[in-house]
DNA sequence: AAATTCAACTTGTATAGACAAGTTGTGAAA
DNA sequence: TTTCACAACTTGTCTATACAAGTTGAATTT
């Protein structure tokens, strides 16, 4: 008969809090129990308690100060997203007011031969998911951005509506996905006809390029994206 | 009388391998010395060692496993890097041929009136470091970056050697100094009449921005960096 | 009222020991 | 020779204790 492997004390220790700070138990700015109180509640030693917290600092949730205690963190942003930030003065009060065009709504096609990364067998064989969106700044386009991702799994993805309008949250809350990497090269290249008449812009001027390749916590799965960026007035950040 | 401060033993231990590493005593893939080993070492408890290794795999220098020992790991992606990928198939084959020259050693100034970030009266009070540096392929010049930080609490800074010509390297090693986050910004500008000196181009000529604010584990302090690419031949990674 | 002292908190460092559990090579058994 | 068991290593978890050092607020002194 073999036995149930208990879960280790700290560990239990460090969910506890790590679930209690991301539900919002403990807020930013706020105090956690301090180690002695942490010891007598789960009886346990301080050592123990010291580990789960050194642990969860590790991760960014939270500081600790001497004298003083462990204080929760702002998180960390998200690697996912490219943010367009204004650059001219101008433009700076008008942050917020960025709209997302499909050109192209999620279609289910195979990969093109030229792709510009390597891909699996798996991932060729399970066709390509594309889709194309520009960013607009009122009448002024700002970034053209062609996404692909394999059809892994994806059940009905082409037909869902995307959550917020967002299809990383789509990705998470429908399909469990979350991004857990990027690898992301950036270059300066002159407009060519096509992004000349995208982006408003004059055959050669140029044009930031953002391709990304982001890893997922799912085995195999990645999302590659292309984008496109008239930076005269915003710069963009990642 | 005040009492000298003596430094903690598991910092001693810590900085030791951590120089050790960097400097390749220990290469990728190597043991590190196991725990017990270092406790004779040092005469020390195994907690203490145990400290030291913890924070080294916090830094991301080594993986620990359970009934083997300290491994050395590949050197993450560290945040801190710019790295240049070869774009064209010529250029691939070059890649590990970028040579860094100094156009400017770390000289003291005056921070500029218009710098492009804000500044703290301490970091205005310490003065700036300068420096410029151009990485080159062979006789064609790919980057230019300027960096500056401020001189707070950096003994002789502008006048030590650089550790394997790297200045994070050295900043680790001899300040303990770890960069833990970025802010950075991406543009494509026309070349003017400096950048395209700088990295033989024609005036008007495509050229990659990156902007970079760099946080590091000393609260106040951080480092800046303005790098100007030809992304002709090369992208960037980040 | 303002300044100082101090007690009671907090986390940081360190010790010495114990047992659990994964890894590896050696030597005995098949 | 191959297989297996085990000893001798490794790191992981945990305890109980001690003192150092930073923070805070209340009591005391000025």
């Known amino acids: 008969m073999k036995k149930l492997k208990e879960t280790a004390r700290y560990l239990t220790v460090q969910k506890d809090l790590r679930r209690s700070i991301i539900e919002g138990k403990y807020k930013v700015g706020d105090l956690l129990p301090s180690e002695n109180e942490l010891c007598s509640k789960y009886g346990i030693a301080r050592m123990t308690v010291r580990n789960a917290?050194?642990?969860?600092?590790?991760?960014?949730?939270?500081?600790?100060?001497?004298?003083?205690?462990?204080?929760?963190?702002?998180?960390r942003k998200s690697i996912e997203l490219l943010s367009i930030k204004g650059f001219t003065e101008i433009?700076?009060?008008?942050?917020?007011?960025?709209?997302?065009?499909?050109?192209?709504?999620?279609?289910?096609?195979?990969?093109?031969?030229?792709?510009?990364?390597?891909?699996?067998?798996?991932?060729?064989?399970?066709?390509c998911i594309y889709l194309k969106r520009i960013r607009m700044s009122?009448?002024?386009?700002?970034?053209?951005?062609?996404?692909?991702?394999?059809?892994?799994?994806?059940?009905?993805?082409?037909?869902?509506?995307?959550?917020?309008?967002s299809l990383f949250d789509t990705l998470i809350v429908n399909h469990d996905i979350e991004m857990t990497g990027v690898v992301q090269k950036f270059r300066a290249i002159p407009a060519n006809a096509e992004l000349a008449d995208s982006l408003q812009l004059n055959i050669g001027a140029p044009v930031l390029e953002i391709i990304r390749k982001l890893t997922t916590n799912r085995e195999g799965f990645f999302v590659y994206s292309f984008a496109y960026c008239n930076t005269d007035d915003f710069t963009i950040e990642a």
Chains 1, 2 share one sequence.
């Open 138 to 165: 009122g009448e002024k386009p700002i970034m053209m951005e062609k996404t692909y991702l394999s059809n892994m799994d994806l059940a009905n993805f082409c037909k869902e509506e995307f959550i917020n309008k």
């Open 53 to 75: 917290l050194s642990n969860l600092e590790s991760e960014g949730l939270i500081e600790r100060q001497k004298g003083k205690g462990s204080i929760v963190k702002l998180k």
């Open 91 to 127: 433009m700076k009060s008008r942050e917020s007011k960025i709209d997302t065009v499909f050109l192209q709504k999620p279609v289910l096609l195979d990969w093109e031969d030229d792709f510009y990364w390597p891909l699996s067998e798996a991932e060729i064989a399970a066709k």
